[in-house]
């Protein structure tokens, strides 16, 4: 399989420019042209038409695409399995939000260690959009995320929520929140729905932040109030750092599985989506 037309081909379908996916893909214009045409020469087909206004796929291009984007699914799958291949008999790559990670990735490892201890595993933190691209373009085989983007070729699942609460290194009430120095977080659309709605009057703030951790070390740092995780808020109150404000409404922020469409029945899939479901009951 040439896997560079496939990759120009689909970057090329993403970006419309030729000039673009040269950059994209640290390769000359030519090249990029050179592969587009190796690859319709293949298919005796203009996957491509070019004029004033850009690029535009044509009908055989559009066609294409989905058997492109599983043809690079494949070949990424195979590329890690052959890699990674020795005493352990599976690998997984998996992707976790940020906020998670920082609660419950070691806990989560633990689990699928248990559960599948002949299985490789590599993991990053990242935010919904990035792992949904990754999953997309199989560089991740399974995420846990808080914003699934419902791509043809992906199953997503509600698995669980976390709940994020309010704290103030200024007040226990709500009456004492102070507009002037609110943190406001953006952990996800659905969080900023939530938040819009339960208290408008906080919807704009001279500082914003979509990471549990970097709202943690804000407050440390400048005081203030903020949404962050109910561990993270017991953990600063514990320290003297802020108090949890009790009449303030916590705000649920759902979780999801997502994986790859041909996957989701997979036995070690389960047993991994298991494994975060059963850590999101006991939190």
């Given at each position: 399989?040439?896997?560079?037309?496939?990759?120009?081909?689909?970057?090329?379908?993403?970006?419309r420019s030729f000039n673009r996916t040269a950059e994209r893909l640290n390769v000359t214009q030519s090249t990029?042209?050179?592969?587009?045409?190796?690859?319709?020469?293949?298919?005796?087909?203009?996957?491509?038409?070019?004029?004033?206004?850009?690029?535009?796929?044509?009908?055989?291009?559009?066609?294409?695409?989905?058997?492109?984007?599983?043809?690079?699914?494949?070949?990424?799958?195979?590329?890690?399995?052959?890699a990674s291949a020795g005493a352990l008999e599976r690998s997984m790559r998996l992707g976790i939000q940020h906020?998670?990670?920082?609660?419950?990735?070691?806990?989560?490892?633990?689990?699928?260690?248990?559960?599948?201890?002949?299985?490789?595993?590599?993991?990053?933190?990242?935010?919904?959009?990035?792992?949904?691209?990754?999953?997309?373009?199989?560089?991740?085989?399974?995420?846990?995320?808080?914003?699934?983007?419902?791509?043809?070729?992906?199953?997503?699942?509600?698995?669980?929520?976390?709940?994020?609460?309010?704290?103030?290194?200024?007040?226990?009430?709500?009456?004492?929140?102070?507009?002037?120095?609110?943190?406001?977080?953006?952990?996800?659309?659905?969080?900023?729905?939530?938040?819009?709605?339960?208290?408008?009057?906080?919807?704009?703030?001279?500082?914003?932040?979509?990471?549990?951790?970097?709202?943690?070390?804000?407050?440390?740092?400048?005081?203030?109030?903020?949404?962050?995780?109910?561990?993270?808020?017991?953990?600063?109150?514990?320290?003297?750092?802020?108090?949890?404000?009790?009449?303030?409404?916590?705000?649920?922020?759902?979780?999801?599985?997502?994986?790859?469409?041909?996957?989701?029945?997979?036995?070690?899939?389960?047993?991994?989506i298991g494994a975060m479901e059963g850590l999101l009951v006991a939190a």
């Open positions: 399989m040439q896997v560079d037309l496939i990759e120009t081909f689909l970057d090329l379908m993403e970006t990029v042209s050179h592969r587009v045409k190796a690859l319709e020469a293949q298919f005796s087909r203009k996957l491509f038409t070019r004029n004033k206004g850009g690029t535009v796929p044509t009908a055989a291009g559009l066609r294409f695409l989905d058997y492109a984007k599983a043809l690079q699914n494949q070949w990424h799958e195979a590329t890690r399995a052959v906020d998670l990670a920082e609660a419950l990735a070691g806990r989560w490892v633990a689990a699928i260690r248990r559960e599948l201890p002949t299985t490789e595993i590599y993991m990053e933190a990242d935010y919904s959009g990035q792992m949904n691209r990754d999953l997309a373009a199989g560089e991740l085989d399974l995420a846990i995320l808080y914003t699934p983007h419902y791509l043809p070729d992906l199953h997503y699942e509600r698995i669980g929520e976390l709940h994020y609460v309010l704290v103030s290194t200024e007040a226990s009430e709500m009456a004492g929140v102070r507009p002037d120095t609110y943190i406001r977080a953006s952990y996800s659309p659905a969080f900023d729905r939530a938040h819009r709605l339960a208290l408008p009057h906080l919807s704009v703030a001279s500082l914003a932040a979509g990471q549990n951790m970097a709202i943690a070390g804000f407050l440390r740092a400048l005081g203030g109030a903020a949404y962050v995780t109910r561990a993270t808020a017991e953990r600063l109150s514990h320290d003297g750092i802020a108090a949890i404000v009790d009449d303030a409404p916590v705000i649920p922020q759902a979780i999801y599985a997502a994986t790859s469409l041909r996957t989701r029945h997979a036995h070690q899939h389960r047993k991994i």
